[in-house]
Nanobody, 113 residues
Framework: QLQASGGGLVQPGGSLRLSCAAS????????VGWYRQAPGKERESVAISSGGGNTYYAESVKGRFTISRDNAKNTVYLQMNSLKPEDTAVYYCKCIWSAYHYWGQGTQVTVSS
């Protein structure tokens, strides 16, 4: 249902944009979000946008990451700027429709010089 893409290797200070394409309309989604899991760590929320327009960012990414969506393309984005080595992780997108949670496959982001 969800296809994530856009990960890769980037130098510190660089930028990446992740995309999450849904196979169904996201117009009426309850919420969309991006999460990440670094090696040896638990999965954590990075950015969440509710259907009502409220947005949450993890403290560690505030001012650097931006979640957005294009309803016409059924796609959710995560723009990541000023990347740091500690942002290295597998990133996952999630959409919630009618209280059902759908996860995309992960996309690897590696920040290294």
């Amino acid at each position: 249902q969800l296809q994530a893409s856009g990960g890769g290797l980037v130098q510190p200070g660089g930028s990446l944009r992740l995309s999450c394409a849904a196979s169904r309309s996201i117009f009426s989604v309850d919420a969309v979000g991006w999460y990440r899991q670094a090696p040896g760590k638990e999965r954590e929320s990075v950015a969440i946008s509710s259907g009502g327009g409220n947005t949450y960012y993890a403290e560690s990414v505030k001012g650097r990451f931006t979640i957005s969506r294009d309803n016409a393309k059924n796609t959710v984005y995560l723009q990541m700027n000023s990347l740091k080595p500690e942002d290295t992780a597998v990133y996952y997108c999630k959409c919630i429709w009618s209280a059902y949670h759908y996860w995309g496959q992960g996309t690897q982001v590696t920040v290294s010089s």
